[in-house]
């Protein structure tokens, strides 16, 4: 799926919908996520139990309308190499993982 972020004070967010957080296992109680990056690709899942030996952050996702918000700081930006004015974004779930990068021109 191609989407574009939007502005969120000074950061870019992208807007994850009730039935994708679903699948991902966010609830009413737990908004947090974890994020790795590897390879320009940013993997965003609950949990990475069946990946070794991989360093991740936790971000808590944002309440925004009937789904959530993700926040992208400046850092993760640059290493997804995306410029949010021009660039959008292709976003794929493969077994409750939202994989997303760049999306080819």
């Known amino acids: ?3 574009a972020l939007t502005t969120n004070g000074n950061s870019w ?8 957080a679903d699948l991902l296992g966010i609830n009413k109680v737990d908004y947090t996520v974890n994020l ?14 069946n990946i070794s030996n ?5 971000k808590k996702l944002i309440k925004r309308g009937s789904g959530f ?7 993760i930006l640059e290493l ?11 976003i794929i779930l493969v077994e409750n993982k939202l994989i997303i ?5």
Not at 13 to 20: D, E, G, S, V, W
Not at 80 to 90: A, F, N, R, S
Request: aromatic content about 12%; proline content about 6%; glycine content about 2%.
């Open 1 to 3: 799926m191609k989407k």
């Open 13 to 20: 967010q992208l807007y994850i919908n009730k039935p994708i």
């Open 36 to 49: 790795y990056i590897e390879k320009r690709v940013l993997y965003v899942s609950k949990n990475f139990d």
């Open 54 to 58: 991989v360093s991740f952050l936790t």
């Open 69 to 75: 918000g993700l926040n992208f700081s400046i850092p």
């Open 80 to 90: 997804l190499d995306i410029t949010p004015e021009k660039d959008m974004l292709d």
């Open 101 to 105: 990068k760049k999306l080819k021109r």
